[in-house]
Antibody, heavy 121, light 109 residues
Framework: QVQLVQSGAEVKKPGASVKVSCKASGYTFTSYGISWVRQAPGQGLEWMGWISAYNGNTNYAQKLQGRVTMTTDTSTSTAYMELRSLRSDDTAVYYC??????????????WGQGTLVTVSS | EIVMTQSPATLSVSPGERATLSCRASQSVSSNLAWYQQKPGQAPRLLIYGASTRATGIPARFSGSGSGTEFTLTISSLQSEDFAVYYCQQYNNWPPERTFGQGTKVEIK
């Protein structure tokens, strides 16, 4: 069965960076994309960006351009999301999700369990 | 960026009743529209994609309709496990940025 297992919760200081991992299993990793979605406490869902696990192409949300980098390691079927220059409003649960489309970001058919990132001084 | 607007923000429904949720796009997204269900403390779950295609394992009481800028998610007879927050999401070809609606909370009346 398809599974996405994310790394554990993080507490970071403002200005620091965080890198969240997402290990995929149960499907051919390079046949899909991975999107990252975050959810601030009590708020809705915000799409952060997408990476093709096939060729590494990326597409980031405009508001995060320059602060976010998404990568994959096909040898371990793992996706990574790094967010830099953290601010308090980056406090959120971060989800990875399998993206049903490989050429561009699409819709998300399987989700990781979420990783809470808390930014606090 | 395509702005997705959901209505109402909260819908109070009795078990067994029908629920109708709306989602409007600020420009046409054709049929590139998905719906998700999220329960407290859980990751979202894909319900509908392509505006009207149920995802694997989704009960037939969930149905989606619409195209262009106006979309509807209907739950024909609400079960206790259906009380949750529902989000629409567009994945139109251009612009490449994906956006969600702000969500509709379906609560017990």
């Amino acid at each position: 069965q398809v599974q996405l297992v994310q790394s554990g919760a993080e507490v970071k200081k403002p200005g620091a960076s965080v890198k969240v991992s997402c290990k995929a299993s149960g499907y051919t990793f390079t046949s899909y994309g991975i999107s990252w979605v975050r959810q601030a406490p009590g708020q809705g869902l915000e799409w952060m960006g997408w990476i093709s696990a096939y060729n590494g192409n990326t597409n980031y949300a405009q508001k995060l351009q320059g602060r976010v980098t998404m990568t994959t390691d096909t040898s371990t079927s793992t996706a990574y999301m790094e967010l830099r220059s953290l601010r308090s409003d980056d406090t959120a649960v971060y989800y990875c999700a399998r993206d049903a489309q490989i050429a561009v970001a699409g819709f998300f058919d399987y989700w990781g369990q979420g990783t809470l990132v808390t930014v606090s001084s | 960026e395509i702005v997705m607007t959901q209505s109402p923000a909260t819908l109070s429904v009795s078990p067994g009743e029908r629920a109708t949720l709306s989602c409007r796009a600020s420009q046409s997204v054709s049929s590139n529209l998905a719906w998700y269900q999220q329960k407290p403390g859980q990751a979202p779950r894909l319900l509908i994609y392509g505006a009207s295609t149920r995802a694997t394992g989704i009960p037939a009481r969930f149905s989606g309709s619409g195209s262009g800028t106006e979309f509807t998610l209907t739950i024909s007879s609400l079960q206790s496990e259906d009380f949750a927050v529902y989000y629409c999401q567009q994945y139109n070809n251009w612009p490449p940025e994906r956006t969600f609606g702000q969500g509709t909370k379906v609560e017990i009346k």
